[in-house]
């Protein structure tokens, strides 16, 4: 079974940047649609970018559009997500996930889920 693990998470100001990171145990990632998700206390796990697998097209979710970036490091096989201009309401875990869709927005289409890693954003 694959394994995914994100880092990067931790705290920063208000308008800071943060990079994330999910590594996968294999060379997967250009075989599967990857997505990062995030999910605050009290919320639903919802959708923040994902890209394709075979081609690198990207999506953003209408919050992280022209604020984050996700994108495949072939050479370090990671997928990560570039978060600039960072609000206190981007405060969540966030996760990468595997779909075997070219790419989904829906949270149930991920078969695999890394453990996931804090942001939070301070005011």
């Known amino acids: 079974q694959v394994q995914l693990v994100e880092s990067g998470g931790g705290l920063v100001q208000d308008g800071g940047s943060m990079r994330l990171s999910c590594v996968a145990s294999?060379?997967?990632?250009?075989?599967?649609?990857v997505g990062w998700f995030r999910q605050a206390p009290g919320k639903e796990r919802e959708f923040v970018a994902a890209?394709?697998?075979?081609?690198?097209?990207?999506y953003y979710a209408d919050s992280a559009k022209g604020r984050f970036t996700i994108f495949r490091d072939i050479a370090k096989n990671t997928v990560n997500l570039q978060m600039n201009t960072l609000k206190p309401e981007d405060t969540a875990v966030y996760y990468c996930?595997?779909?075997?869709?070219?790419?989904?927005?829906?949270?149930?289409?991920?078969?695999?889920w890394g453990q996931g890693t804090q942001v939070t954003v301070s005011s």
């Open positions: 996930g595997l779909t075997m869709s070219a790419y989904s927005r829906n949270r149930n289409d991920y078969g695999q």
């Open positions: 294999g060379r997967i990632f250009s075989r599967y649609g």
């Open positions: 890209i394709v697998g075979s081609g690198g097209v990207t």
